[in-house]
């Protein structure tokens, strides 16, 4: 299996580019965007908080992260990951945010369906999705995508506000993928 993740992915309207420098201070502007949001992740992206994010994510050598770019405006609109990509062929992709210009327009299943190719591609087998359960609308569109409700993870994860999270587990085989 080859596990050669990180590279530019295009596929109209999403532009995927690893995560590097010159994309902070647009990632900052674009997770401003929506301040209500970060109530819901793990971590929060807003003000001084999300430099101390950036920084952690940076530690996360398991994580290989991309700025999310609307191809046809050049405008950095969100991000997203591959989590842990391991050997036996299963790899997660999360931590996506995408800013409010962008939802609802088919960007988020445009970026999700390039990130799942690409890693059925280089030999990944099982795609997984961990989604706090309060965020029913990742969880639609996690389903919308084919992904089996697998189970919940109950009281997992305690968030950035003090809220300790249940988190629901999707599965996506390669072979239920249908491109």
């Excluded at 990951?81 to 050997?87: A, E, L, R, S, V």
């Excluded at 390039?114 to 795609?127: P, S």
Aim: aromatic content about 10%; some cysteine; glycine content about 8%.
């Amino acid at each position: 299996m080859t596990t050669n993740l990180s590279q530019i992915l295009e596929q109209s309207p999403v532009r995927l580019e690893p995560l590097a420098e010159h994309h902070i201070e647009l990632l900052r502007a674009a997770c401003a965007e929506d301040q209500d949001i970060w109530e819901i992740y793990p971590v929060n992206m807003l003000g001084e908080d999300f430099d101390q994010a950036m920084r952690g994510f940076h530690d996360l050598k398991s994580w290989v992260q991309f700025a999310a770019i609307h191809a046809e405006t050049g405008k950095v609109v969100g991000m997203s990951n591959y989590i842990n990509p391991d050997q036996y062929g299963v790899v997660e992709i999360g931590g996506t945010y995408i800013s409010p210009s962008v939802r609802g327009s088919g960007f988020n299943r445009a970026m999700k369906k390039v990130m799942i190719d690409h890693a059925f591609d280089n030999g990944f087998t099982r795609i997984e999705f961990r989604v706090d359960t309060r965020n029913k609308r990742s969880i639609v569109a996690v389903k919308k995508l084919g992904a089996k409700h697998e189970g919940t993870l109950r009281q997992n994860r305690i968030t950035w506000t003090g809220y300790v999270r249940d988190t629901a587990i999707f599965g996506l085989l390669k072979q239920e993928w249908a491109r």
